[in-house]
């Protein structure tokens, strides 16, 4: 069963910096995983804001593209989100995602439906 969980969230000023970590177990040997990260402010959806395909390749929502950059390590057991210049609308309940019914290359506008496995979530707050 894989079990994803997220760490690193804190409170942080505008145009300041955090680093998003999942930690991945359970994943099943051979097989390939669409991962990535949403988020979701108090009162509305759960949103996407990054994934990343098998070969790394990354994939952002238009409003983090230029501030966030989403990594995995080689074995998909470390999921991190850096987040640079840091708004007060990118306050929210950040989440790690997981699925392998993609073969590992992931939608171009993943939507929460299409993920079956998720972490419990880090809260990030951005004050100014």
């Known amino acids: 069963q894989v079990q994803l969980g997220e760490s690193g969230g804190r409170s942080v000023q505008v145009g300041g910096s955090l680093r998003l970590s999942c930690a991945a177990s359970g994943l099943t040997p051979n097989k390939f995983y669409c991962m990535g990260w949403f988020r979701q402010a108090p009162g509305k959806e759960r949103e996407w804001v990054a994934t990343?395909?098998?070969?790394?390749?990354?994939w952002y929502a238009d409003f983090v593209r230029g501030r966030f950059t989403i990594s995995k390590d080689n074995a998909d057991h470390t999921l991190w989100l850096q987040m640079n210049s840091l708004k007060p609308e990118d306050s929210a309940m950040y989440y790690c995602a997981a699925d392998r019914q993609f073969g590992g290359y992931c939608p171009t506008t993943p939507t929460p439906a299409q993920f079956a496995t998720w972490g419990q979530g880090t809260q990030v707050t951005v004050s100014s």
């Open positions: 990343v395909d098998r070969d790394r390749s990354p």
